[in-house]
């Protein structure tokens, strides 16, 4: 499974950006997909989560301005980042796990990063 992450960013702080991930290769079996971001020298951190069945999960520090949704059909899931702060600035990864057999198990993938950045 391949990621493509892309959208990100300068913008001032109150304003937008949409990040957008493309799920590409052997996608059958991807069950949740989701952002996570990760600051220098910090672990990297839960953003947003969405199931194939669209149950979303969020940050408490995210939660009423960043909105996850999902296009099944175009193997791809977004972000939408409203009333950025200058503490969201970040990279951002796109994840993607996908549910496998013998034995089962979960495999995450992660696309390349998406850098945000929100001026003060």
């Known amino acids: 499974v391949q990621l493509q992450a892309s959208g990100g960013g300068l913008v001032q702080s109150g304003g937008s950006l949409r990040l957008s991930c493309a799920a590409s290769g052997s996608i059958f079996g991807i069950s949740a997909m989701g952002w996570y971001r990760q600051a220098p020298g910090k672990q990297r951190e839960l953003v947003a989560t969405i199931t194939g069945g669209g149950t979303t999960n969020y940050a408490d520090s995210v939660e009423g301005r960043f909105t996850i949704s999902r296009d099944n059909a175009k193997n791809t899931v977004y972000l939408q980042m409203n009333s950025l702060k200058p503490e969201d600035t970040t990279v951002y990864y796109c994840?993607?796990?996908?549910?496998?057999?013998?034995?089962?198990?979960?495999?995450?993938?992660w696309g390349q990063g998406t850098q945000v950045t929100v001026s003060s």
């Open positions: 994840n993607a796990q996908k549910v496998v057999v013998g034995p089962t198990r979960t495999i995450n993938y």
